[in-house]
């Protein structure tokens, strides 16, 4: 299964803020916000919704292809990205911008406030994905240029390739008709849990109906795991990988989907993708940016420990 992957691509700034926003958040004076906060760390890392994905994708053994726009700045990245299994034949270069960058800062209790520039970015829209049908099995329409997330899915719907949507940093940015124009008729639809119920708000839709648009629908829990959806069918729950040690969560949620879609690339059950994606997602929680490995011995371990040795045993088999 050769799975495309659009979205950001980006530089991480991210910091760490050693106390808790809510303190500082007065609640009769959210109108006249003015607030600073003193971090005592800054990483700078390689990031991007579309660019973690398939990192990930790639270090398990997958050859995803990467569609996106970056600036001239981009060369070590391109190469830190074929160097961990990503084509990046689809990346274009602007002759006018930067590569976009993410800046973030995490509270004691993982919580982030974040914004994101996104130069090259912006020009994701110029790209026509009628090419790639029939020459990849899925796209992702990650988080990048709103004009150009709601175009990718309607080229794959008019050149009928399987796509997944995936909203996520995008979505306060949409409408109501844009978030049913990009999910409308996804194989898959990716959402945390505020993203899921802003989704149903925003479309109108109630949960039953949004689950019918899409072939399946993924939320992640968190602390509490996933769950997984389609209409007419009992969920899918997947308990968390026990024994975290979170150090920073950008990128988390970007791990989880590609796990998620490497088990179903390699035909494996909703249950198993699900289980993987929470497992890869703890990889990229308890590191900062695309720095942790997923090696196969310590891979089908944790698994084995979080979700028993069957679990292990199908995995395994596909780990690079």
């Known amino acids: ?8 691509i980006a530089t991480d700034h991210l910091m760490t803020f050693p106390g808790r926003f809510v303190d500082q958040l007065m609640p009769d004076k959210l109108d006249k916000i003015s607030l600073s906060f003193l971090v005592d760390t800054l990483e700078i890392r390689r990031g991007g919704v579309a660019a973690n994905i398939a990192f990930a994708l790639g270090s398990l053994g997958l050859r995803p292809l990467l569609v996106g726009t970056v600036g001239p700045d981009f060369g070590e990245y391109r190469d ?3 160097q961990h299994g990503v084509d990046t034949a689809w990346v274009r270069e602007s002759a ?3 590569t976009a960058r993410f800046i973030s800062t995490a509270d004691a209790d993982m919580n982030q406030i974040a914004s994101f520039y996104p130069g090259a970015m912006s020009e994701d829209r110029d790209i026509d994905l009628a090419d790639l049908a029939g020459r990849v099995d899925l796209v992702l329409v990650g988080a990048t240029d709103p004009a150009a997330m709601l175009a990718f899915s309607a080229q794959c719907r008019e050149h009928k390739i399987p796509f997944a949507a995936d909203s996520s940093q995008q979505l306060a940015t949409l409408d109501g008709q844009q978030v049913r124009d990009l999910v409308d008729g996804a194989a898959y639809l990716f959402c945390n849990e505020y993203e899921a119920t802003l989704t149903e708000h925003k479309t109108g839709w109630t949960s039953d109906h949004l689950t019918a648009q899409v072939g399946v629908r993924v939320t ?7 769950r997984v959806d389609r209409a007419g069918q009992p969920p899918v729950i997947v308990g968390p990988v026990p024994g975290v040690q979170p150090e920073e969560p950008t990128g988390a949620g970007d791990a989880f989907r590609a796990g998620f879609l490497a088990a179903t690339a390699w035909d494996l059950s909703l249950e198993r993708a699900a289980q993987l994606g929470n497992l890869v997602a703890v990889h990229a929680l308890e590191t900062t940016g695309q720095e942790y490995e997923l090696t196969p011995g310590p891979l089908a371990e944790r698994l084995g420990a979080a979700y028993g040795p069957a679990a292990a045993r199908d995995l395994a088999e596909h780990f690079a």
């Open 96 to 98: 006018r911008h930067h």
């Open 1 to 8: 299964m050769r799975i495309a992957v659009t979205g950001s």
């Open 220 to 226: 992640t829990l968190g602390a509490n795991g996933a």
């Open 80 to 82: 830190w990205l074929e």
